[in-house]
């Protein structure tokens, strides 16, 4: 059973930055994709950034990595906003399978 875990989420102020974590119980190049995804409350799911062996797609300020090495990807974020608050969560699929982290709350107040 995959496993991902993932770190970092906090309080920070605006225009602070943070650094999420994510370490996955596999390597992460045998995944098809990872990703990031956050959830406000009341609000959908949404995607933050992706990684495929081919590159990054990231879909705001935040940026994707990852550390092969330590089968780990992270978010980079920086400027965060008072709209940026939600449970970000970590995602890799594999084929048809789907796999997510259990999520890390990220806090934007002064």
């Known amino acids: 059973q995959v496993q991902l875990v993932e770190s970092g989420g906090g309080l920070v102020q605006p225009g602070g930055s943070l650094r999420l974590s994510c370490a996955a119980s596999?390597?992460?190049?045998?995944?098809?994709?990872m990703g990031w995804y956050r959830q406000a409350p009341g609000k959908q799911r949404e995607v933050v950034s992706t990684?495929?062996s081919c590159g990054s797609t990231n879909y705001g300020r935040f940026t994707i990595s990852r550390d092969n090495a330590k089968n780990t990807v992270y978010l980079q974020m920086n400027s965060l906003k008072p709209e940026d608050p939600a449970v970000y969560y970590c995602n890799a699929n594999r084929g048809p399978l789907a796999y997510w982290g259990q999520g890390t709350q990220v806090t934007v107040s002064s």
């Open positions: 990684m495929t």
């Open positions: 596999e390597r992460t190049f045998s995944f098809d994709a």
